[in-house]
């Protein structure tokens, strides 16, 4: 009879657990750094491209590649093993070889885009390699998030927003992700700049740009929305060599502050 009474006490209190952890959302704010995975590696999925699986675990693409001796331009395949756990000294030493297509997975992921020269030779696009000058704000949004590396933890700010209001990229650069495969980020848009910088714009409504596209700064990627959160509002990142910084060391300076 105890043991009954027990189980129908812990029953309950997980009902009402459940009931009151805001409606099964999980922030972007709520995590910081690498998520967790026992085995070291990374099992691609479909629509998973190389440089979503670096934002996922908070790593420098270039090195993820590297380690997993994946070459440009940079085509994975669902059900691949992707090592995560490698060290700054593997990622240095290994050699950059392609990798086949594994015979179960005849379909790539997402490849970067490429171009055709006049000689019939296929070769990926080069990725600047400059400084990326003159960022812009993604939005007009008032500033609702600050960013911070201490609880509660956001990787990147968060500004306000009406639905469908439009998003911008904040400097030019090349589409690398657009979709919906990282948990708490809802419909997310990540641009490489050039090799040291990439920035991500979440939780949008619309996406109206596709991976491979080149844009050029101020141009619209996406619109606003809710994805992923529980209210309308653009999450924007920028990372510097797979890590998060504060946007706002970029930005320029807005009239009036926020």
Not at 34 to 46: M, P, Q
Request: proline residues 7%; positive net charge.
């Amino acid at each position: 009879m105890k043991t009954a009474r027990l189980v129908i006490l812990v029953m309950t209190l997980t009902i009402v657990t459940a009931c009151t952890s805001g409606g099964g959302f999980v922030s972007v704010d709520q995590k910081f750094g690498r998520d967790k995975t026992a085995s070291g590696f990374h099992l691609v999925r479909e629509g998973e491209t190389l440089y979503s699986i670096a934002w996922r675990y908070g790593l420098d693409y270039r090195e993820l590649a590297n380690a997993n001796s994946i070459s440009t331009p940079h085509t994975i395949y669902p059900g691949q093993k992707i090592d995560i756990d490698y060290t700054a000294a593997e990622a240095a030493s290994a050699p950059r070889v392609s990798v086949r297509n594994p015979s179960n997975s005849p379909t790539p992921v997402a490849p970067a885009k490429v171009s055709k020269p006049k000689n019939g030779q296929i070769s990926p696009k080069p990725v600047p390699t400059g400084p990326v000058s003159d960022w812009l704000w993604p939005s007009d949004g008032k500033i609702i998030g600050q960013f911070s590396t201490r609880k509660p933890v956001n990787k990147g700010i968060d500004l306000a927003g009406s639905m469908g209001e439009s998003i911008l990229a904040a400097a030019a650069g090349t589409v690398v992700y657009a979709g919906t495969g990282l948990r708490g980020y809802g419909n997310l848009v990540i641009i490489r700049h050039n090799e040291k910088f990439l920035s991500a714009y979440a939780h949008a409504s619309r996406i109206t740009v596709s991976e491979g596209q080149e844009i050029k700064a101020g141009g619209k990627i996406a619109e606003k929305g809710s994805t992923g959160t529980d209210k309308v509002k653009l999450h924007f990142e920028i990372r510097e060599n797979g890590k998060p910084v504060n946007p706002l060391k970029y930005l320029p300076k807005r009239r009036g502050g926020g």
